[in-house]
DNA sequence: CTGTTAGCGCCTTCAT
DNA sequence: ATGAAGGCGCTAACAG
């Protein structure tokens, strides 16, 4: 019964021959279709698989069917959470899908993303979820979308999260409406004086984060002076070094800083401390994501909040979707004014 | 040129042909091991791979040569610190070794990760990784192990990440070691009277910490009091709910709780301060693992460091490994202390 | 309903 | 060094 010795996987060969059927016969009743098959030998064909303890080999099953059941996901850094929330909302929702997600981190590298997206061709996955993030200044773009293109030409589907101008399906996030909303509830809460931390330049969703802001705070008769603002790179580290960048250069009146995420608005708080001021109380710092994290700081952080999980899920969704326009309304946004954000009484 | 109707992908035997030579010499040129080919061939080769924009098909490789690039890796909750930082590790590491990981959440539960165990089979992946929390009471303990053993006999290798007594490679991390030098640290810093959130009963590695914690309270002339501890999730709402519970009870003088991880740990001071008590100053906490978000909550939490990313590294490079034993030394634990533990000066 | 037989895309002896 | 041919594990017509 049990080898103690290397063998090799029990096949569709073995189970057929063991219940004493054709390979067709052991094909249908395990894998095929709708059920045109005896019962009896249903049965015996299903018995002697468990005997032999077979796996479908899914990479066989591939070849011969000609499509798989793969969904290559990108994403810029697993460990942040705002990436590893949607690759959540993924997983879940191709597990309900029966399907299979394979991972890969771009690193922030748009050269890098490239080279990965050729690689991921490979695996001929279904379809390839795209959330690492896009900047405009990108100098591998062209090229991405020829091979994107390519890999939709040869029956694949490819989803982005976030990334309006491009021809592909799209999960849109409204990083622009949110961020205006934010500044408008922030003027409402008395806050006139405003500083930020714009992330790198050219990355898109930072560029519409903060043109956002923007907007909302114009349009309530305030600014975002440029030097109160520091550019910064799209982490807690980042969050922290600009806003490091910010209390050297002098804060001045700043009352409230918007960080443009979560991570950064973090670290912004803990430079903040370091450098003995109170956020919150001294200065406000508002973030960007809700992640579920920002509830367990102190103080509990002002943000906009998206569904990161639903995000994911979505972006599954959309890719699997019939219908073209199924991209639907983009996700909706929310403002969640926490301890971070006092309401200004004077 | 660029055909705007959906076709299929170029084939080897597409660009075999448009290179004007054989099947086997266009394998030789793009896939085969060691060079026999003239570079001549090999260049129209390449060019004509390259017109096409042809990349090999995995799962073909996979079949022809009997053995896939894929491994699979098993977590808990993909969103959860702990788990997204092993994966970012693992990630990584296959990035180097050329490989693909594949991912999939058994959502803390025996059974889904048995069948998932089962499923993932199916890719014939080189090896399998998994991260998911390990149990005592486990009913599919058994069943798992048979899958695994199989799994491992047909060439696979499976890794485990922190469970001591199974006949798997495992990559060990000191649990136990790690909460009994935090006992005695804190016992240095003059606390005398601990409560804890223990986690849900059977996990095995909540075990490993609550029992390394009693030991190093016991060898220090202290103790735990049962009734200074409380079950809960082993969760950010879990410690939030055990601490509650715990308050609920009547805290006492109780001096400092261990939260066994640290988004329980995280969950449990805001469970404080919801209950208006101050973190660090009126009740201490520690937590384990020390999670990037703890060095930006207030008070800065206590901890037990674990290089997580290292983990995943370590798990996919024993699981490569030539020889059996290199499991090598247990991944070695630091105790952090910061503020939610100040020194006790009375 | 069942079995036979071509493939699927690729690798790899085996001759040449 | 190159090409022809068989085979990997499985599916999908196609006959029976």
Do not use: W
């Amino acid at each position: 019964m049990s080898q103690t010795s290397r063998s090799t996987p029990a096949t569709l060969h073995d189970v057929a021959r063991e219940a004493g059927v054709s390979l067709a016969t052991a094909s249908r009743s395990l894998n095929g279709s709708t059920r045109k098959v005896n019962e009896a030998y249903r049965q015996k064909v299903l018995e002697a698989a468990a005997r032999l303890g077979y796996t479908p080999n899914l990479s066989a099953q591939a070849v011969a069917r000609g499509t798989t059941t793969t969904v290559a996901l990108l994403v810029a850094d697993i460990a942040d959470p705002y990436f590893s929330s949607i690759a959540a909302g993924v997983v879940g929702q191709a597990d309900r899908e029966q399907l299979i997600v394979t991972m890969a981190e771009t690193e922030r590298d748009p050269a890098r993303e490239l080279e990965l997206v050729r690689a991921m061709r490979g695996q001929r996955p279904r379809v390839m979820i795209l959330a690492s993030s896009r900047r405009a200044d990108d100098p591998a773009a062209e090229a991405l979308q020829a091979e994107l293109t390519a890999y939709e030409q040869t029956g694949g589907r490819v989803v982005f999260i976030t990334a309006t101008d491009s021809p592909f399906r799209t999960v849109t996030l409204e990083n622009r409406e949110g961020a205006r909303a934010l500044a408008t509830r922030m003027l409402d809460l008395g806050y006139l004086r405003f500083g930020a931390l714009t992330g790198p330049a050219g990355l898109r969703t930072a560029e519409d984060r903060i043109a956002g802001f923007t907007e909302g705070l114009v349009a309530g008769g305030s600014d975002l002076p440029a030097d109160r603002t520091a550019r910064c790179a799209f982490t807690r580290d980042g969050g922290y070094a600009g806003m490091r960048e910010l209390i050297d250069r002098g804060l001045g009146d700043t009352q409230l800083v918007f960080a443009l995420n979560d991570v950064m608005a973090m670290g912004a708080m803990s430079a903040l401390r370091d450098a003995g001021l109170a956020p919150g109380r001294e200065v406000a710092v508002a973030g960007f994501d809700d992640i579920p994290t920002v509830r367990d700081v102190t103080p509990t952080l002002t943000t906009v909040r998206l569904p990161l999980e639903e995000v994911g899920e979505r972006a599954l969704r959309l890719a699997l979707a019939e219908s073209d326009d199924e991209s639907g309304a983009p996700v909706p946004t929310e403002v969640i004014v926490r301890d971070s954000t006092p309401r200004l009484t004077d």
